[in-house]
Structures are given as structure tokens and as C-alpha cells.
């Protein structure tokens, strides 16, 4: 029998599976939040603070910056991958992502290509054998001098190796991946576990339904950046169950409004899956505090726009790359999350030891003391000791919330 969930049980269900609802698991740490999540995505940006530090914080609360660098980046217990997109990965999952690094080998090459792939990797894997660990810089250099995708031989070299799993990055230093041999770095019982291709595609199922508690096979595949049939096949065996939420649409995509119900819906709720557990944990407690926090555009939580729209009735779009006089909410536009909803956006910047928000919306003036209690906990973790608020969507505001930031 397949079980009936209401959007809002669903959305609750998926924050609870994100580490939003709930008391934090402080023990656990940074390390327990990677395992949870199965996947932390990297991002050049870096505003408050780039987007792998801001992730623990969402969830966890003002835990030391260095901290969690240490967490990620020492004792071999993460690597870095392709996931969802360049991402942190837990070591354990090393044998997960045999099928992507054996598709990387068949195919045969990157966009890139080397004049002499053999000579180049070979020149590489012996560097890293004689020398240990090394940046693209002390291997000879990341470019040609040209622009910045005018690779080196011994960059493309290298990168290839990291694609197929000779070569792997379980360290950055100042934002620079410094690259070892798999066989040196990786635990010797992960390196020499190969599951096949189902295996692996069955795992990363099971783990992408444990991170997000509730999802359509769309989410599924988004999470890990898996083909839909890949998906398809390996459901039946992976251990989540059938579920169907009211107000998602036929095909898992579209928005919904603030009480659940999908915006041109037909009624009929989509095919979803959820993981038992998450169901089990539901059940025995459907409630739980909620965290307050400022969301970083690349948080799993939010990662994927279409799932967004759809659990939490909120659009939400990275403005970064578009240019200035373009965009509606600002650069780096983070989501306000409280009371287990989206209820406004900021675009944060850092000025000596103030933080900036640039510009600010609120879905509803009562998200109020939540955008001050984020504001004011995100300017203490980042080392600033004021906020000031520039651009204000609704000016009404601005006493209220200047009163609750004064203190």
C-alpha cells in the first residue's frame, strides 16, 4: 500500500533529512553532516564565506571556519568529486562512484585533449609517486598563459587521472586541490572494493532518498547527477518506498503555493519515494524545532529550483552570473529559511567588520525577528560586529528590524 503524504509532511520529512529540523547533531559534527548529506557542493563565490563552510553552518550553527576545513580536508576522510557538481564527498563512498570513473575511461577523453596522453600521465602519476601530494602549480602549472580554460599538458593530465580514479584530490589548500595517488590516499579497503555499475547506481539511490526524505525520480537524479533511466532501474532494489504527495505535479516539477497545493495541478499526486526510516522517524515525531538560518544558493537543501518550487512554493534563481542591471534580488541572493519555510532573500556582503545586506525581501512581515536572529548569528560568524540593511523591499520595515539588530 503506498503512502499518502500531504505537502507539508513532505516538506517536514525533507528538512528533517537535511539536518533543519530537529536539534543539530552537534557530536557528529561536520564530518556526521558529509555523511548524512552524502554530498557538499564547491563554489568559487565567496561572500560571507564560500558555499562548503556555509553549508555546516545552516545546519549546525556558528562552528569554527577552521574547523570546518578540518573536517574536510584532513585524516582522509572526504574526497572531492563529481556529484552534483564538484562536491566534497565522504571517503566511504569512494567504491560508489566506480561506474562514473569507468564511464570517464570509456569514454576516452575530457573537452580537453593531449597531444600525448600516455607520456603526460605517465609524467604525472610518477611526480605524485616520487614527490607525494602536489598542487597543479608544483606538478608545472594549471595554463599555458592563454585564458583560463588554455590548459596545461600536465593539467589536463591530471584531471583526466582525477576522472578515472587513479589520481584523487582529498585536500585544498587556499582553494588550490592538491591531487595524490588513489593508492595511496584512498583506505585500502575502498580502494580494492569495485561494486558494478548496478550496485554503485543502487547506493547512491538509497543514500540521494536517505538526504532528501522524500523525492521523485527527477530528484533522485539530480542529486548525484544521474540519468533518469539509471534511476529507473535501480529503485526497485534500493530499499526506498512508493509514496505519493499531494499537490506534486504529474512530473515531479512545478510550484506550489504557501498551503501545498500545486498551481495548476490536477489533483492527482506524482509517483515519489522516501526512505523508510525517515518515514519511521516522522511518524514517532512529526515535530521538532526548527533552524533559522541564511541558505547558501548551492545548499542541498535548495540546489535543485524545480524541487524547491515545489516543497517549499518559492523561486529561487542564482543571479551571480547575470549581469548587474538584470538582476531582481542581487548577487548572491541567500534564502531565509524559518519556521520550516522560505520567507525572504538577502544578498549579503562584507565591509570591514560589518556585514552588508545589500538587499533584502520578505515574503511576509512577520518574517521579521527571523531575518535579524539570521543576520545578526551570520555577522558574528563571520567576525562582524554590525549589519547594516541597504535596500529594503518594503521601507515600513526598516525600524523594526534595525530595533531587533541594535539589540
Known sequence: MTTELSNDEARRIALRAQGFLGAPDRRGGVRGMLRRLGSVQLDTISVLARSHELIPYARLGAVGREAVETAYWSGNRSFEYWSHAACV??????????????????????????????????????????EGPLTTKELGGAKKGGEWWDWSESKIAVEWLLDTGVVVCMERRGWRRVYALAEQAVPAELL??????????????????????????????????????????????SGLVPVRVAGWGRNGSGATDASGTRNGSNGEPVQAWADPAALAAFEAQPRGRHRTTLLSPFDSLIWDRARTERVFGFTHRLEAYTPKHKRVHGYFTMPLLAGGQLVGRVDPAREGTTLVARQVSLTTPKAVPALAEALLEAATWVGCSSVRVEQLHDEALRAPLEKLLAG
Open 192 to 237: 580494492a572494493a569495485e561494486p558494478d555499475d548496478e550496485a554503485c547506481l543502487r547506493q547512491l539511490v538509497l543514500q540521494s532518498g536517505r538526504a532528501l526524505g522524500v523525492a521523485t525520480a527527477r530528484d533522485l537524479a539530480d542529486y548525484h547527477r544521474l540519468k533518469a533511466e539509471q534511476v529507473s532501474a535501480a529503485l526497485p532494489g
Open 89 to 130: 564527498l565522504p571517503v566511504e563512498e569512494w567504491p560508489l562512484f566506480a561506474f562514473r570513473r569507468r564511464a570517464f575511461e570509456q569514454r576516452g577523453h575530457r573537452w580537453h585533449r593531449m597531444e600525448d596522453a600516455e607520456r603526460s600521465c605517465a609524467e604525472v602519476v610518477a611526480k605524485l609517486r616520487g
